[in-house]
């Protein structure tokens, strides 16, 4: 598993950079650190590469909860929370980038409940984000999981039916 640590002034490029050089081990991902940071335009860079990730991400929450780590909570197959998570504010989980991620991680109408609530964190608790997730068992479907993301639905049906004809039947 590669670890990323993420510091208070990490730019969005900067995290972008490291989790481009992270994805390209084909190991498991593991985020954690300051997660208080908001998010620019060029977090789109880092977000759409996790998006995309063939690899389990997990995200390690602690400390003060900002608009950074609610993305990267949105966009993990797992996620950690620590005892000591706190929002940073009331609103950090209002920003145009976390509703568009909301809306395609969790669905529309969940998405609106997400941003209607004023704790941010119990707002990905209901969402059914906050879950510590089997990293095995996230790992064993996370390509059938891209599929059913990224290609119509026939496709997605097609390509997990291969994989499992492809199956060890022992296991």
Known sequence: MTTITIADDM????LAREIARALRTDAALNIGGAMTAGLSPGAQDWITTLARARVPVTAALSG?????????????DAVALSGSAAPASE????????AVLAAQRVGQVAARVFLAEADP???L???GVLHGGGSDVVAAHKAALVAAA?????EAIGFAALLHANEDPHR
């Open 64 to 76: 003060e909860i900002g608009p950074r780590g609610i993305a990267l909570a949105l966009l993990a």
């Open 150 to 154: 990224e290609l119509p639905f026939e």
């Open 11 to 14: 730019s969005d490029a900067a």
């Open 125 to 127: 608790d209901r969402a």
């Open 91 to 98: 609103a950090c989980h209002r920003a145009p980038i976390v």
């Open 121 to 123: 964190l119990r707002a």
